[in-house]
């Protein structure tokens, strides 16, 4: 399992530079704004697709009902003139 946790985070920081590397040879080693605007976008469009991954997440079904539990914690507060914390 954390073999194929490694494998996919490795593979996640080699798609920008083999992207980018596709994305010259296509439209040639040509260091022009026009070019490099063009590697961007493509970049930011590649880019969409994990962070509208993160909108199936959901917090409350991660932990179920353990989570709960830290809502009713009190916080501890710090005084910080005296150096003692109360609860």
């Known amino acids: 399992m954390y073999s194929f946790i490694y494998s ?33 976008l493509i970049g930011l469009v590649l880019a969409l697709v994990p962070i509208a991954s993160l909108f199936c997440f959901d917090d409350d079904k991660a932990l179920g009902e353990e989570s709960d539990a830290a809502k009713y914690q009190p916080l501890a507060v710090h005084d910080t003139a005296s150096g003692e914390s109360a609860s």
């Open 8 to 40: 996919a985070g490795l593979a996640g920081m080699a798609i920008g530079p083999l992207t980018t590397v596709a994305a010259f040879a296509v439209t040639g080693n040509k260091w022009q704004i026009s070019t490099l605007q063009h590697v961007i």
